[in-house]
């Protein structure tokens, strides 16, 4: 598998259908990683085709809501 970023939200504190908070997934072929866990971002994970437990590491970037408000999904999850 070759490196893929994908981006699960954009970065906006509204979400809209087009664009959510800021989430990030950083695959390589030995790990996941996801930058920022904004709201939605763990729900639009199966849609690229991971789950939570494919997650390897949570990366944030700075501790403002749109960009951690999902982090206990992975808490928990």
Known sequence: MATEFVVLGSGTAVPTPERGAAGYLLNTCKSSSMLD???????????????????????????????VCDLSAFIFG
């Open 37 to 67: 866990c904004g709201p939605g971002s763990t729900r639009k994970l199966p849609l690229v085709g991971r789950e939570l437990i494919d997650v390897d590491r949570v990366l944030i970037s700075h501790f403002h809501t749109d960009h």
